[in-house]
């Protein structure tokens, strides 16, 4: 059984817009735990097949993809700009441009 942080935050990550990402920490705080952004990578971890979530639109604070290279960083960032997301030269995602602007969540 699913908590209902876990519902929450799958809801929302479900709901990222294509060409959007969001932050862990965001992700955490509109499912209702401001601390909870390492549960958040653990849920797109250990979930994101088998629900079919958007795994890829998660990214961290600072703009950067937090796998490592051959780890999954490559099919990450190959797939945010497939959706048109484009990347620095240092490769960061310039964050007032690209985060999904939404200031809160309801879902049940």
Do not use: C
Request: proline share 5%; net charge positive; charged share 25%.
């Amino acid at each position: 059984m699913l908590t209902r942080f876990t519902r929450k935050a799958m809801n929302i990550i479900r709901n990222i817009p294509e060409g959007k990402v969001l932050t862990y920490g965001r992700a955490a705080v509109l499912a209702g735990k401001p601390n909870g952004a390492r549960q958040i990578s653990r849920l797109l971890h250990s979930m994101s097949e088998k629900y079919d979530l958007p795994w890829h639109r998660v990214i961290n604070s600072k703009g950067k993809i937090s796998l490592k290279p051959s780890q999954g960083y490559e099919l990450q960032k190959a797939l945010l700009e497939s959706e048109g997301i484009r990347f620095s030269k240092n490769d960061t995602i310039d964050l007032r441009l690209y985060l999904w602007q939404v200031s809160f969540f309801n879902t049940p």
